[in-house]
């Protein structure tokens, strides 16, 4: 994780960060430094760290060193139930702070249906991370056309005539791939992180119904639900994914209900005004103690 790097920021901020109440670090590539700085005094400040897939490391002496690290925060923050549950098991012998699950948010006024936008025939799916298992869906998709939105490296044998591949797009440009495909896969492999919600969420913004891979770390069970908000398969299955992606094809009515409900659900949960009021809310409770 590059530490001496990274302190590199906080110590050319130390006089602002002193006169801090609390800090609010947004990746754990600041966060850790922070409480670096607190466990050698440098920092009074409570600090609040929102955190992504630290539970994954597997070098036991960096893992020592992160739970550590981790123990002077004021409290942890996970985008999902599966982040949250892993961390808790990943750091189980240190004495963390509380983990708040705080769902992720986006801009639901930005990301919506185009009033004129008409689905074409392609199938759509956006991301680059690592986490991404684009060789299940080539290998799934058949003769069905599909645009893929990465900047990951492919298979070159799972490439054919009917998937293109484009990336660096603007915001407005992607909007409008989400708008004019028939729906979204966002296929991920099996792992206790959340992965691929950035993307999954912006496409549910969009009125899409969305093909997601059911894996350990899926962020919300109470919510993501099959057949209701989305269209759940088995991580890693061809067969599964192949099924799915000819059912929503042949039935253009599903996944529109699908991806009506789905809308729904961003407007009332996942969105960014949400997401905003729950870490305010953290902020001020932790401020007032």
Known sequence: ????????????????????????????????????????????AQVIVISQGLHSIESNALKKTLGACLAKATAIVAFGDGDAIALREAFATFKLPEIV?????????FWQSGEDSQSENFILSVGSDQLRDYPTLLEAIGDAPLKLVTRLKLPEHLLRPNVSIQSDLSWSELRSLYQSSRFVVTPVKEQKRDSGHSATLQAMACAKAVILSDTAGLWDRDNMKHGETCYLVKPGCVAAMREAIAFLRADPGEAARIGKNARNLVESTYNSAAFGSRLSALIESRLGS
């Open 1 to 44: 994780m590059g530490f001496p790097v990274f302190l590199g920021t906080p110590l050319r901020n130390l006089r602002t960060l002193r006169s801090c109440q609390l800090v609010v670090a947004t990746t754990d590539s600041t966060g850790i430094p922070l409480l670096i700085l607190k466990g050698l005094g440098m920092l009074t």
């Open 101 to 109: 699950t705080i769902q992720f948010g986006i801009d639901p006024v």
